[in-house]
């Protein structure tokens, strides 16, 4: 058994409107019957019934169809006009934003500069794109403190175990 409650916060919600009108679909019960579609469909279909109906020599069905299609004409202005409302708003949201990053960069490089020191970003300077050794080797590799020290020492061969004891005994 559902709770009351449930069912009628999901009532409330029914009532509310679409977000977006200009891709909604709508049912709308002209007087030929039910037209079915987005707003733009909806007009473009009573616009060419209108047509039909002026064809039939039908002046008030012209006019009723008309004023079905002023009336989604007017709901789907409406939603673009809204639409370009938000729209405007964030980008001047976005401009703020941008406005105020550029203050706070322009102020921390004033305290840099104020500092004595200008850091400079590394970034900003081009890069080469190979970093010369200083070393008389034009291999362009970097020297290491491995590279310059010691040649590598080859290892000595393991002696077996009995080699290991006699010459132990032999020290002794």
């Known amino acids: ?52 109906a002026q064809l039939a020599n039908d002046r008030v069905a012209t006019e009723n169809f008309q004023q079905h299609a002023e009336h989604y004409l007017r709901m789907l202005s409406e939603a673009q006009r809204e639409q370009d409302a938000r729209r405007e708003e964030q980008e001047r949201q976005n401009r703020d934003r941008q406005a105020e990053r550029d203050r706070e960069r322009a102020q921390r490089q004033e305290r840099e500069m104020n500092g004595g020191q200008l850091v400079e970003d590394p970034g900003a300077r081009p890069q080469p794109d190979v970093i010369e050794a200083g070393g008389s080797d034009d291999s362009g590799l970097v ?13 000595k061969p393991r002696k077996d175990k009995a080699e290991a004891d006699t010459e132990a005994k032999a020290a002794e």
């Not at 409650?5 to 019960?29: C, E, T, Y």
């Open 143 to 155: 020297e290491t403190p491995e590279s310059g020290a010691e040649k590598p020492r080859s290892r």
């Open 1 to 52: 058994m559902r709770s009351s409650k449930s069912r009628s916060r999901s009532k409330s919600n029914r009532n509310r409107p679409s977000g977006n009108i200009v891709n909604r679909v709508f049912d709308s019960s002209g007087p030929e019957g039910k037209v079915r579609g987005t707003p733009q469909q909806i007009i473009d279909k009573y616009n060419q019934l209108a047509r039909d």
